[in-house]
């Protein structure tokens, strides 16, 4: 559970996993090419790339990479030195840009998943102590402790559906 509350660091999370991920695939082409900047062919394929490791990593939902047309018009804006090419700070800023959408939208989920189900968990808390032999363990238990582990119930069965798609 401590990862999920993690995620809610804000700004500086964000753009510590975007760092991660970029440094990642930039230094991958960089050492595979001898090239110091990316070219539209690499920078295509890192988007992919890229793509794929926040449908791994990220909950929430699949997220479809952007199109060739689409990647070509983001580099042109981000493309400060305008040389056809993307260095590593130019690449940072590209991909926060593509990405901004996604996170949101992964944040949206997990404050739902943290705000609404452990209040649903109080909610029904009355009406599981009715329930015959498991009412009496719930009655015993703090609300506390109740709501965070309906929580990380409501948690591990949402990984566990992403990992079946």
Do not use: C
């Amino acid at each position: 559970m401590g990862q999920v509350l993690e995620k809610f660091k804000g700004k500086e999370w964000k753009q510590k996993q975007i760092r991660k991920i970029t440094d990642k695939v930039f230094d991958r082409f960089k050492n595979e090419t001898g090239r110091v900047n990316l070219t539209f062919e690499d920078l295509y394929i890192a988007v992919l790339l890229i793509f794929n490791d926040i449908n791994k990593r990220l909950p929430g939902p699949h997220f479809d990479p952007p199109s060739k047309e689409q990647v070509r018009e983001m580099m042109q804006r981000h493309d400060l030195n305008l040389d056809g090419e993307l260095n590593r700070e130019e690449f940072v800023a590209f991909i926060s840009q593509l990405t901004k959408d996604t996170f949101i939208t992964v944040s949206q989920g997990l404050i739902i998943t943290l705000a609404v189900a452990p209040t649903l968990a109080l909610l029904t808390k009355r009406t599981t102590e009715g329930v015959p032999v498991v009412g009496k363990v719930v009655e015993k238990l703090p609300s506390s402790i109740y709501a965070s582990l309906v929580t990380l119930t409501i948690v591990l069965v949402q990984q566990a559906a992403e990992a079946k798609q």
